[in-house]
């Protein structure tokens, strides 16, 4: 079964941090460009951070940039995502998606028409005092 599996998620305070990771099964991820979003009850789909299959381009959303991390160990069939400084408004149910034909990791994360070939379940972030 093809597959991603998210995990790290939880309560934080604001200020505190999280690293998730996302877990491939059943497909080597060096061939993906792989990516984070997120959604909000109420709220579009954002994409927080995407992360070439070559070259390791990056991607972050500006809401993000310089607080969160996008990485991949390709050994380990993972993803993951350092969150760092976290605010109220990071809270959100937080997917990782897989993409085998990215012509620009900005594209990835931007175009919502884009067809993700596989999204994870999700996992919840919740940012609050």
């Known amino acids: 079964q093809v597959q991603l599996m998210e995990s790290g998620g939880g309560l934080v305070q604001p200020g505190g941090s999280l690293r998730l990771s996302c877990a491939a099964s059943g497909f080597i991820l060096d061939y993906y460009a792989m990516g984070w979003f997120r959604q909000a009850p109420g709220k579009e789909r954002e994409g927080v951070s995407c992360?070439?299959?070559?070259?390791?381009?990056?991607y972050y959303a500006d809401s993000v940039k310089g607080r969160f991390t996008i990485s991949r160990d390709n050994a380990k069939n993972t993803v993951y995502l350092q969150m760092n400084s976290l605010k109220p408004e990071d809270t959100a149910e937080y997917y990782c998606?897989?993409?085998?034909?990215?012509?620009?990791?900005?594209?990835?994360?931007?175009?919502?028409?884009?067809?993700?070939?596989?999204w994870g379940q999700g996992t919840q972030v919740t940012v609050s005092s």
């Open positions: 992360i070439s299959s070559s070259d390791g381009s990056t």
């Open positions: 998606a897989a993409y085998w034909r990215a012509d620009s990791v900005q594209a990835m994360c931007v175009n919502s028409r884009i067809p993700i070939d596989v």
